[in-house]
Every structure is written in structure tokens, then in C-alpha cells.
């Protein structure tokens, strides 16, 4: 059984996982960044909305966040670049994360932004709610990935980036039976 990986499922097993995780995580980005590059103006005043960055920085940041989870989204599904990318990814979110926070810590009555709302409501906390788990299940998706690798069907095994993980004779023997 591998060590980096959970120790009640196979090596084989753990190959599936992988693509689970980088299908779902990526596709989160993918719709995310889609829905935000649609009116980077209103990302742009989702950004301003959270009071964190200086004036000077937040409409490079509004403007680049869509484009940085596209990217995130295709590398991920990809699988490629994956320990790089799931880092990228754990890191985003955890900003993702220390955002909303702050901004239900402060008592700000924001929309989070994160799928193309930017306005303020009168009860945000079901949706800060909904934005922490998320976020906390991404991160999660991404350790995952960065201790276990891509699984199956990524590009980085096709193109010879990552070694493929070999499954010592009595694990074989074991997941035979």
C-alpha cells in the first residue's frame, strides 16, 4: 500500500481518487472562472467588496482572479502539472477561505463573488457558510492530491512527468483476491 496514501484503500484504489478529486475541484474552477470572466466589472466589485487589498490592486486582481482559476480548471482536469497546479489551487482557495472569514468576522454584508454575485444582501451568512465548507473541501482535495498524485488519466503520467507508482507483490496479491 502506498504510504503517502490513505492506508484503507489499495494503491489501485487510491489511482481513482485522484481523478475524482481533480475532476470536481477542477470543474469548480472552470465554472467559477467562466462565471466571473463573464463581467469582470462586477468581479472587480466583488473584490473591492471584501475592504482587504488597496484600491491601487484591486481591479489587476478582479481582472486576473477568472483567468487564474480557467487556468487552475484546465491543468487540473488535465492533470497536468498536477502537484504544482493542486498547490495553486490550495493556495487560492485558502485566500478564498481568509476572505470570507474576514469579511464575516467584520460584520460586512456581502455576496462572496465567488459565482458572479457581487452585491450586498441582508442575511450573508448562509452563504459564508456555503463558501467556508467549500473552500475547506477543495483544500482537502488538493492535500490530497499533492500527497497522492494525479491518479489516472493525467497528462503528467501520459508525458512521463511523474513516475507511475508501482504496487509492491503483496499488495498485487492482496487487491487480487
Known sequence: MSKRGAKFLTAEQQRWVGPVFRLLIGGVFLYTGFKKIQDIDDTIRSVRNYQLL???IVPTVGSALPVVELILGV??????????TAVLSFLTSLAFFIGVASAWARGLQIECGCFGNSGFTANPVPGYVRELVLNGAIMLGCVWLIRCGAGRFALDERLGLTPVPEIDAEEARSSNH
Do not use: I
Open 75 to 84: 491543468l487540473l482536469v488535465a492533470g497536468l502539472l498536477n502537484r504544482f
Open 54 to 56: 488597496p484600491e491601487a
